[in-house]
């Protein structure tokens, strides 16, 4: 390697470069937790008028998926990567038996005589002891390697995420009870067999439960509940609890020929059309626990079915007609049908992910932890003794080193 | 029952901190040497307390007392006296007590000014994770507490004589600031590492963006650049003094600051 070249790698590898970049994405992310996000261009431009082209210049307004702020994150892995691998050679030099760090002199001598106190102490605190005139000990050489791991464990974690993002899949499923869903890739078939909502004695919601049969192709079937904070997992899918809704129970009466013309569950904010009367049908929503709020619009207390209604509005020929408050069975009367919700029905929304990502990401965790706590609690230790002076040597922590050694000192001479 | 044993022994403990944080004050100004003790003692009294009011809280509620802001504050602020009280078992440095008190008094008062209802655990929160992730971020943010009120010191002893210094080295108050972060840094990395563990459990994700999450993030990056720069660059003394208190301030504002004014998916703790 030529000298210029090693002199740019030693640039672009420096803790300063580091500096500036892990502030320029500091600002940027600060940046993002300010400014909302996708929102769409002429909301920037609206709210925020002379800022707004700017906003959307620098990709403020999807701030965390932008390409500066990809660009910033990519040089910052590789100045990680390039001040890992180049310190890699100084380090393993540092773990080197007869590596000693040079023993300051100033203020740092502790006077000891007795040399046989010393050796007790060395062997106390575990030094790995060498020399004959002058006594050196060394303990958690290879503790020189904490950044190092914890570097290491950054870059798995940003490759975990890249691979995350560009192999996830992440799909939403809504299912009513005694639904199914074919999962074609992975072959097996999942039915809702139940889905329920418990509460506790004040009424409050606990919990959302959703109780799944799976049917493989290789006649393996299985039953399983998952809710909130208990994913399913199965075939390289993980399945989420991830929301509900309700569905209201449509009967459509022709009062003129006694028949019932449409019979069926229809979800909140959908509507159902009878077309001989140019007759629509929406379900604005239901109301398991009416209430009137503010603004006269109808609100729910609770999920729990205490007071259960349906808000409905007819539209005929494209406009509207009127608007309903109803309880399960009470009738609207429209010329001559008979519309009526006889009961609700919840739905639950599974969120179905696959992520190959998931053990490298806590794989990543785990170093990231192991090499900050080296770092932190295992940083190498030197001890020299010589002519009645012991001297002691740490880079990451010598006043507390030299303090805890004085004490032993002292311990172990109260004992003698 | 026990939310009657909570207010009182909340009560209590406030009133033994600022019996300390006073003391303390008098100790630093040199007025008294000898309030130390009764400090350390209404401070350990006032710890007790607290204790037995998080206690009630958790049986109260049967649930640790960590899900909503009343809460965290409850139990930052104990965190925080912990942290001190640690601190002061391993280097008896009663005067850092002067600084660190006060801080733990403004949190529990920010607590006393919160909702105190007890609301059941939405389901999100109904984890066994929940005590493990805000357990350490307790820990993590007494430890930034306590950091910042060393590093005050630094500051505050840097511009006097010896004879007027609060602790008498101040590379002493550099170093004990430096080993309180790099344990607050640590308990940190487990709070941001078992919130994505969490995430991805309930969510699927283990970053989502979040303004909490970020703002941790920020946090962390604030305390890593101190690291770095004392360790690779020597950054020392005034520097390294104000990176803290900048630290701090990320905290508080994680804490309350977001909260308050970002929409998030951690709402459910304001």
């Known amino acids: 390697m030529n000298k210029k070249t090693k002199k740019v790698l030693n640039f672009i590898a420096s803790l300063k470069v580091a500096v500036v970049l892990l502030i320029l994405i500091a600002l940027y992310i600060v940046i993002g937790t300010l400014i909302p996000q996708h929102s769409g261009p002429q909301f920037y431009l609206d709210r925020y008028e002379t800022l707004g082209p700017t906003i959307l210049a620098l990709s403020l307004d999807k701030a965390y998926s932008s390409l500066i702020f990809i660009i910033l994150v990519i040089l910052f892995t590789i100045n990680l990567t390039l001040c890992t691998v180049l310190s890699l050679k100084s380090q393993f030099k540092q773990m080197s038996d007869d590596y000693y760090p040079p023993f300051n002199e100033k203020g740092e001598v502790i006077e000891e005589k007795d040399e046989k106190i010393v050796r007790a102490l060395f062997k106390k605190r575990h030094f790995k002891v060498s020399g004959d005139k002058e006594l050196k000990g060394a303990k958690f050489r290879w503790g020189v390697l904490g950044a190092t791991i914890t570097h290491i464990g950054l870059i798995i974690l940003f490759l975990g995420g890249t691979i995350g993002n560009l192999k996830s899949d992440e799909r939403n499923v809504t299912l009513l009870p005694t639904n199914q869903h074919y999962f074609e890739e992975e072959g097996f078939l999942l039915t809702l067999e139940e889905f329920y909502m418990t509460f506790d004695d004040d009424g409050e919601l606990k919990q959302y439960i959703s109780r799944v049969n799976i049917k493989d192709d290789d006649g393996t079937t299985l039953t399983k509940e998952l809710w909130v904070n208990k994913p399913l997992h199965y075939k390289g899918l993980k399945f989420y609890q991830a929301n509900f809704g309700w569905t209201g129970n449509l009967r459509v009466v022709d009062t003129d020929k006694q028949e019932i013309i449409a019979e069926g569950l229809l979800r909140g904010g959908r509507s159902y059309f009878v077309e001989d009367a140019h007759l629509t049908i929406l379900l604005y929503g239901y109301y398991p626990d009416l209430a009137i709020g503010h603004g006269q619009q109808p609100v729910t207390l609770t999920n729990q079915e205490n007071n259960p209604h349906f808000a409905v509005v007819l539209y005929q020929f494209g406009q509207p007609v009127d608007s309903y408050i109803i309880a399960p069975n009470q009738a609207i009367c429209f010329e001559n049908y008979n519309i009526t919700f006889t009961h609700a029905v919840a739905y639950t929304g599974l969120l179905v992910r696959s992520d190959p990502s998931y053990p490298i990401v806590l794989t990543s965790f785990i170093v990231i932890l192991l090499g900050m706590f080296v770092s932190f609690y295992c940083y190498p230790r030197f001890v020299s003794y010589e002519d009645g002076k012991l001297r002691t040597c740490s880079r990451r922590n010598q006043w507390v080193f030299r303090q805890s050694i004085v004490s032993d000192l002292n311990r172990l001479k109260k004992k003698d | ?270």
Do not use: C
């Open chain 2, 1 to 270: 029952m026990y939310q009657n044993i909570e207010n009182i022994t909340f009560t209590i403990a406030f009133f033994f901190y600022i019996v300390a944080a006073i003391s303390y004050l008098v100790l630093v100004t040199k007025l008294s040497g000898k309030v130390e003790k009764g400090a350390t003692w209404a401070t350990i009294a006032g710890f007790a307390f607290h204790t037995v009011a998080m206690i009630a809280r958790t049986i109260g509620s049967q649930r640790v007392p960590f899900s909503n802001q009343y809460e965290f504050a409850l139990s930052f602020a104990w965190g925080i006296i912990l942290s001190f009280l640690v601190l002061y078992m391993i280097y008896r440095f009663g005067a850092i007590g002067a600084f660190v008190m006060p801080l733990g008094i403004l949190v529990m008062g920010y607590a006393a000014m919160q909702n105190k209802t007890v609301r059941p655990l939405m389901p999100a929160l109904q984890s066994l994770w929940l005590t493990f992730h805000v357990g350490t971020a307790i820990l993590s943010y007494g430890a930034f507490a306590l950091s910042a009120a060393i590093a005050t010191i630094y500051l505050v002893d840097s511009k006097r004589t010896s004879e007027r210094k609060i602790l008498e080295d101040p590379v002493v108050s550099d170093i004990l600031a430096y080993r309180v972060t790099v344990f607050g840094l640590l308990m940190l990395t487990i709070v941001i590492i078992s919130g994505a563990i969490w995430a991805q459990k309930a969510w699927s994700r283990y970053w989502a963006w979040d303004p909490k999450e970020t703002w941790s993030l920020i946090t962390w990056i604030i305390y890593a650049i101190y690291i770095h720069l004392r360790l690779r660059k020597n950054w020392k003394g005034k520097m390294a003094a104000w990176f803290s208190i900048v630290g701090f301030v990320s905290v508080l504002f994680t804490f309350v600051g977001v909260n308050v004014l970002l929409p998030s998916i951690h709402s459910y703790v304001s």
